[in-house]
């Protein structure tokens, strides 16, 4: 069956959050709906910030993915990062994850994207294998985060 990959709208939201809900729970993750529903609704509204897209097959929602948008200096312009990237349990193994490669890899092309980055658990030995297959580097850097609250 054909894979399509289509713009989400304010109209999938709550497909989203479900889809949101059962990525978090993978790895445990904190998932607050409130929070979730507001800021997927910011970016599905606000193209500036990225791009999301629900990952369809047979006219069916089974997965979603995201690009945030950032610029670097060290890249030579834009660059963005695959935020989120879940496809549901039971289509996964099939082909799909490198489907969402090849098209996220067009869409930094058509979007001028200059690099692009993600995460993946250490744990997460497919994954890994599954971006690596992509080009995708470790840089031997650590990711360092710090929240910043309001």
Not at 99 to 123: G, P, T, W, Y
């Amino acid at each position: 069956m054909e894979t399509h990959f289509r713009p989400a709208t304010g109209a999938d939201i709550d497909v989203l959050l479900d889809f949101m809900r059962q990525f978090y729970a993978i790895d445990n993750y904190p998932f607050e709906e409130g929070i979730a529903r507001r800021v997927m609704g910011r970016i599905v509204r606000d193209a500036s910030l990225g791009r999301v897209w629900l990952i369809e097959m047979a006219g069916e929602a089974i997965g979603y993915i995201v690009l945030t948008f950032g610029y670097s200096l060290e890249y030579r312009g834009r660059d963005a990062f695959i935020d989120e990237l879940f496809i549901v349990e039971h289509q996964r193994h099939q082909g799909l994850g490198t489907q969402a490669m090849q098209f996220i890899l067009e869409a930094c092309h058509d979007l001028d994207i200059q690099a692009l980055h993600l995460e993946v658990e250490r744990s997460n030995i497919a994954g890994q294998r599954l971006y690596r297959k992509f080009g995708f580097e470790d840089h031997d850097r650590y990711l360092l985060t710090r929240r910043i609250t309001h």
